[in-house]
């Protein structure tokens, strides 16, 4: 039965028999961590291969350059080959950087403030406002680089096919407006596929501003956790060919594919884009690190051998998802008081509570030891105008310890919203 | 016989005489690179036992932390504690970075540009002016971080002792001056190990700026290739003592220990620096490939190990050394037409040519197939104001093909004085 078909008594009764449940599990000490999308040991120790696969100082010189030396600022060759397969893109248009994707877009930000971009008429920082679109629920640390830098924040609902076009289209006549973050593929947090529709408005979008930054994220891009690969466009051949060849910075990484701590990251850009950046980035490494970069490539060698890794990632994750979304199926979809999303890969697990309840619900959580993803942290300045965007992270318990965080949460979740129901 | 104390007929038959010289050496088609400090191969197979000491995920999880997953920001324990005792500061004032060194110390300055520094009253990019002191000849790539941010940059001259502390003493005074490069020990290029006095004195500098910035390269911290380690003070110590805690930014790696495109590197600064800068950082990356931390820990171990390692490379550069010395030494010596140090450590020789030769010296190295540093790229905007040093690196080209490049270079550096004094 809904909760709000309930009658008050319903609810008090309801209300003592989910608080004894609390109570009791709160009682048992639990630490359990849904916070992050970090990946489990035993993803970890499957691609241990990657530790030593790159041992004898002769298979240290590939594309006649020595990998343990400085230089090549923009990348092995072969690794520029590699990541250029798994996007769609040129190898030209590749910068291969250090282990973190996230360093190469607060790079690039960075970089619009104290330089200004290839079409910039001067750096961001010499504005009065730099606006930035952010189509939430969306991922908290791409919000935390435009607040660092004191962006002003436009939220962009998010559909089931992506961004809210109609608000992209009529946002971006502001020359204020200079970029706009996306995750096109497993949207963090909700696991949206942005539709061809939307991928082709994004692409042919005609920003007031000369150097509109269109920050494409494809964190998620062969991270399937539940059916075949789904191929995606290559944004930069789009924006290319609809006039805005130089809108756009990809960024990938192999955060997820081999280890979260230590993987390769790259970014791909157009060409004209890529002799500008280098222009600066050259003034701030020399190189990254190229034997890191010759062990993924050895280890992961192409676009096929590492979609079938990835298959072996998803029947790790595919069981996690499962057990969290048949938990919520099972304990909160009568109830009528949250819904979420089934997505097919990414990381994330994206639970809209009734208005209200998320902080509640968090806190809850923390009290029976369970850490989730901050309330709000899916929102720009961290403020859920509704209060009921939930991040679930299934991928870093084991299954059975998944499966005791996940009734906590439902126990919390059911709790949170009795008690507003019997406030109201 | 000086090249001042010839006849005008004397110089005539010589010239004639070293243009045959060059036009033989020209004929044989060399390409020989003595343009930067990267280490030779031979140093690289030296230390190839890091590529692989980390092979076992049993071994990957220390001070309770598993390497290879997302976290900790700035670093691992043990990294901390290796570097600090390098050092001779504390862990907690160390943070451990990627491969690069040169990218922590443009990341401090992006983000004095961008957010300011701990005691900045505003960013340095709302600032008109930002003059910084450059001590030269010193380090290329330092003043093209500053060139790139569009400093004003002041040359500081470069005395036996260290940067001209006088100098240094009087233009702090101006509040627009927010602060000066250095590498204190095996200066870029000369080699000079900053005195004791010279040290205790910018300790003590009192800068009108209150975010005044030091930036402590010491990049050759333990880089002896001739003679016992030389210990150095702990800088951050000497600030605190003197009143400056938040004043210094010392930089650290491991580029020229182990291998040079894939080492570790260090910032160290004062608790409430690091409590400031890693709230900035944190914003940037989640943290840096903790699995290549730990693979310099196990390989390094600690200090005393270190210098054990460093001796074998000092095994390998000082004859490389000593062959640039010695033919400076009997080609150009007896010709009163340059003068240079004798470094005990560092990477580099530095030659003060006559006024006016440096350039001309490096178009007919050039000319005969020998790569060096541009002339003029030791000071700021890359312009010698008195045309005359020139930076040799010994350390990449074996020792055959160095003894090649160091007759090429004497023979143009004679042919480039004999033109200046015929042409008077």
């Given at each position: 039965m809904?909760?709000?078909?309930m009658s008050?008594?319903?609810l ?17 000490g639990l630490?359990?961590d849904m ?5 489990g ?10 530790l ?15 990998v ?6 923009t990348?092995l060759p072969?690794a ?12 030209e248009?590749?910068f291969?950087g250090g282990n ?5 877009m607060y ?5 619009a403030?104290?330089?200004?971009l290839?079409h910039?008429?001067k750096?961001?920082a010499k ?5 930035f ?7 908290d640390r791409?919000?935390?680089i435009?607040?660092?830098f ?7 609902e998010m559909?089931?096919t992506g961004?809210?076009?109609?608000a992209?289209e009529?946002?971006?006549k502001d ?5 706009m973050w996306?995750?096109?593929k497993?949207?963090?947090p ?11 408005r ?5 920003p007031?501003?000369?150097d ?5 994220d494809?964190?998620?891009c062969?991270?399937e956790?539940?059916?075949d690969?789904?191929?995606f466009?290559d ?6 060919e ?15 594919v081999?280890?979260?701590g ?7 850009t ?10 600066l980035?050259?003034i701030q490494?020399?190189?990254y690190?190229?034997?890191?970069q010759?062990?993924h490539v050895?280890f992961?060698?192409d ?5 079938e890794?990835?298959?072996?990632h ?6 996690k998802?499962d057990?969290v979304?048949?938990?919520?199926d099972?304990?909160?979809?009568p109830?009528g ?5 089934r997505?097919k890969g990414?990381?994330?697990v ?9 902080k509640?619900?968090?806190a ?5 030891g369970?850490?989730?993803?901050g309330a709000?942290?899916?929102?720009p ?7 009921r ?5 299934p991928?870093?318990?084991p299954?059975e310890?998944l499966?005791q965080?996940i ?8 709790l ?9």
């Amino acid at each position: 039965m809904e909760y709000t078909s309930m009658s008050r008594e319903q609810l008090q009764a309801e209300h003592a028999a989910v608080s004894k449940e609390f109570d009791a599990l709160k009682a048992r000490g639990l630490k359990l961590d849904m916070s992050r999308g970090k990946p489990g040991k035993a993803q970890l120790d499957m691609v241990s291969g990657i530790l030593s696969i790159l041992a004898d100082p002769a298979d240290c010189v590939v594309d006649g350059v020595d990998v343990r030396n400085y230089g090549e600022l923009t990348g092995l060759p072969c690794a520029k080959r590699y990541f250029a397969e798994i996007l769609g893109c040129k190898s030209e248009e590749c910068f291969i950087g250090g282990n973190a994707s996230l360093t190469l877009m607060y790079d690039t930000i960075a970089k619009a403030y104290t330089h200004g971009l290839l079409h910039s008429e001067k750096p961001w920082a010499k504005l009065d406002t730099v606006k930035f679109l952010c189509p939430a629920p969306g991922y908290d640390r791409h919000f935390k680089i435009s607040q660092s830098f004191g962006m002003e924040m436009i939220t962009i609902e998010m559909t089931e096919t992506g961004p809210d076009m109609d608000a992209v289209e009529a946002a971006v006549k502001d020359p204020a407006v200079k970029g706009m973050w996306c995750v096109p593929k497993y949207s963090n947090p909700e696991g949206v596929v942005y539709s061809e529709e939307t991928i082709r408005r994004i692409a042919g979008l005609k920003p007031a501003a000369p150097d509109f930054l269109l920050m494409w994220d494809n964190a998620y891009c062969i991270h399937e956790f539940d059916g075949d690969y789904v191929p995606f466009p290559d944004i930069l051949s789009l924006c290319r060919e609809a006039g805005n060849p130089d809108m756009v910075f990809e960024y990938a990484s192999t955060s997820k594919v081999t280890l979260p701590g230590a993987g390769v990251s790259v970014m791909a850009t157009s060409v004209d884009n890529m002799k500008y950046m280098t222009g600066l980035l050259g003034i701030q490494t020399i190189s990254y690190d190229k034997v890191n970069q010759l062990r993924h490539v050895l280890f992961l060698k192409d676009k096929a051998h590492t979609l079938e890794l990835m298959k072996k990632h998803a029947a790790i994750m595919k069981p996690k998802f499962d057990a969290v979304v048949s938990a919520l199926d099972e304990e909160i979809a009568p109830l009528g008081i949250a819904q979420w999303k089934r997505p097919k890969g990414g990381y994330f697990v994206s639970v809209d509570t009734m208005d209200g309840l998320a902080k509640r619900t968090l806190a809850l959580c923390k009290e029976a030891g369970v850490v989730m993803t901050g309330a709000g942290a899916t929102f720009p300045y961290g403020v859920d105008p509704r209060d009921r965007n939930i991040r679930i992270a299934p991928s870093l318990p084991p299954v059975e310890e998944l499966e005791q965080a996940i009734a906590v949460f439902c126990t919390c979740l059911k709790l949170a919203a009795l008690e507003k129901l019997l406030a109201a």
